[in-house]
């Protein structure tokens, strides 16, 4: 095998790609063995039971588990680009609204921090600010696991809450907008193009989610930078605020590779639209558009671009959104794909 030749760690970058994709086929071929071996297992309990030996219900069981091992690698499948496999930085900002705004924006917070977990993924709150009463004004979670950019980028858009808000006096029914972000986290094996002659850096002093780290000393920091669209020439500040921890370098190089991130994003986000002119006759994406709805009353979810809803709310705002995204991605994730 190639990773096991002599001089194959000389180069650690060139030697830890390569093993990524090693493990990235090794998946692949994990799940196509579970499928095939799920398969095999609905048609004995299918032939057992024409010899009465197993229940309906047992055939039943078998078939449902091998249908949801096929769709899992069908869905999948629709991953294909390179920036699917990658980890993400998901970042929430609340919309206009002051206090109801802040805690809808909280709950989102919440909602993919249940995600996570649910899925096993890590994730680490690079910035975290407070609302004025309750709830957060934004917040960024770096977030580690399989395909982790691939699955959260049908989360970019604008999150509608609707609900009789605990915070007005009269008990009215209140609208609340809340904007997902989301963009591929990069590594060291990615080239990115950064001008370090247009980055300048501010520190402050940092108070996270929990409290703990009062403001003391000037950890968090904050990078701006002057981009200009090489394709447009428009220009625009890109801002930036870390605060994950209390060391003011590592905060420093937390921000420069969260910098990265939206910068090959950018050129991500060209090629697509670039492909769309192409493709005019295909439906498409608008990334920046609202996308979701909340009605706590009428206990729905609904996604607008696939029409899927569900009507378990708390479920969904525990983080039970596979759904939505499973909707999402095999709707246009093939399409993208290409």
């Avoid at 994990?30 to 009465?52: G, P, R, S, W």
Wanted: overall charge negative; proline content about 1%.
């Amino acid at each position: 095998m190639r990773t096991q030749a002599p001089g194959f760690w000389d180069d650690q970058k060139a030697a830890e790609a390569q093993m990524k994709k090693v493990k990235d086929l090794k998946k692949w071929v994990e799940l196509y063995n579970e499928v095939h071996v799920a398969a095999e297992e609905t048609q004995n309990a299918f032939d057992f039971y024409k010899e009465e030996i197993v229940t309906e219900e047992e055939v039943d069981t078998a078939y449902a588990h091998a249908m949801a091992l096929i769709e899992d690698l069908e869905l999948r499948n629709m991953l294909r680009n390179e920036e699917d496999h990658m980890d993400a930085v998901l970042k929430i900002v609340a919309g206009a609204g002051g206090t109801e705004a802040q805690d809808w924006a909280d709950m989102l917070f919440r909602m993919y921090q249940r995600w996570c977990e649910r899925r096993g993924y890590t994730y680490s709150i690079s910035n975290f600010q407070e609302g004025d009463t309750v709830g957060v004004k934004t917040a960024s979670i770096e977030i580690h696991g399989d395909m982790a950019y691939g699955y959260l980028k049908s989360e970019n858009g604008v999150h509608r809450l609707v609900r009789v808000s605990p915070y007005n006096a009269q008990g009215k029914r209140m609208t609340s907008f809340s904007s997902v972000f989301v963009v591929p986290l990069v590594d060291d094996s990615i080239e990115v193009n950064v001008d370090v002659s247009k980055i300048s850096w501010d520190t402050f002093r940092s108070s996270g989610a929990g409290g703990q780290n009062v403001n003391k000393v000037e950890s968090g920091v904050r990078l701006r930078y002057q981009f200009t669209d090489p394709y447009t020439g428009e220009q625009e500040e890109i801002l930036i605020e870390n605060t994950e921890t209390r060391d003011q370098p590592k905060n420093r190089e937390n921000a420069m590779r969260q910098l990265r991130s939206i910068l090959y994003d950018k050129e991500l986000q060209h090629r697509l639209a670039e492909r769309d002119k192409v493709e005019a006759a295909k439906k498409k994406i608008e990334w920046g558009s609202q996308i979701r709805s909340y009605v706590f009353d009428d206990r729905r979810v609904k996604d607008h671009r696939t029409n899927y809803q569900s009507s378990n709310v708390q479920n969904v705002m525990d983080g039970d959104i596979d759904d939505f995204i499973k909707a999402y991605l095999m709707e246009f994730g093939g399409t993208e794909a290409k």
